[in-house]
């Protein structure tokens, strides 16, 4: 089952921060992060393999909460260049790390001057 | 330069008539994948392939095929396409070390249009 993100949109001025959750009524067994900008390739941004894991990179964070089946994504003092569609990302079961992963529907990030 | 490469990027055609989508990757990785994207529908795996001769099909497999008797690529077959596999598709490759989740590496994307 396709996990659910939310919100499905946000328009955020630059300087501002967002929030886009990733949750799964299914266990979660890793998480992946991807941005996707208008007609290009997917671009990883990072993985969460366990429970309780938090990764960053700049501004860019992410939280794995395996017991709440969520996962956050934090964009801080968002800049023009975040803008894009975020899409996370779970394999289908444990067994399926590696290669089977069904993907959100995404979240569109707009950021304005 | 480590990349997943796919032919064509743009492709018209009309009901019924076969075609393929080649996609490579030059970084040795088990794992390929082939994706289709549609509006609000976000990214759903056709097929899979864990390694050479070995894949399974994903979310949406009908009306596709695919074979993989290389490590390095991985082509998707359309036998006879209809006017519902119009989208935008993508090829994406990753690794399997030591038993751990890794990324995907996608490839620049396929338009493909069927009247």
């Known amino acids: 089952q396709q996990p659910v993100q939310s919100p499905q949109a946000v328009i955020l001025r630059e300087g501002e921060d967002a929030v886009i959750n990733c949750s799964s009524s299914?266990?979660?067994?890793?998480v992946h992060w991807y941005r996707q900008k208008h007609g290009e390739a997917p671009v990883f941004l990072m993985i969460?393999?366990?429970?309780?894991e938090q990764k960053g990179h700049e501004k860019i964070s992410a939280s794995f909460n395996e017991k709440k089946q969520q996962s956050s994504l934090y964009l801080t003092a968002s800049q023009l260049s975040y803008s894009g569609t975020y899409f996370c990302g779970t394999p289908v079961s444990v067994l399926d790390q590696g290669g089977k992963l069904i993907f959100g529907q995404g979240t569109e990030l707009s950021v304005k001057p | 330069e480590a990349q997943v490469t796919q032919n064509p990027r743009y492709l018209i055609t009309v009901t019924g008539k076969k075609l393929t989508v080649t996609c490579s990757q030059n970084m040795n990785h088990e794992y390929m994948s082939w994706y289709r994207q549609d509006p609000g529908l976000g990214l759903r795996q056709i097929y899979y392939?864990?390694?050479?001769?070995?894949?399974d099909k994903g979310d949406v497999p009908e009306g596709y095929k695919v074979s993989r008797k290389e490590k390095r690529n991985f082509p998707l077959i359309l036998e006879s396409p209809s006017p519902n596999q119009t989208s935008l598709y993508f090829c994406?490759?990753?690794?399997?070390?030591?038993?751990?989740?890794?990324?995907?590496?996608f490839g620049p994307g396929t338009r493909l249009t069927v009247l």
């Open positions: 392939s864990m390694n050479v001769e070995v894949t």
């Open positions: 299914k266990a979660l067994y890793s």
């Open positions: 969460l393999l366990k429970g309780g």
């Open positions: 994406a490759s990753s690794s399997f070390l030591d038993g751990l989740d890794s990324e995907q590496f």
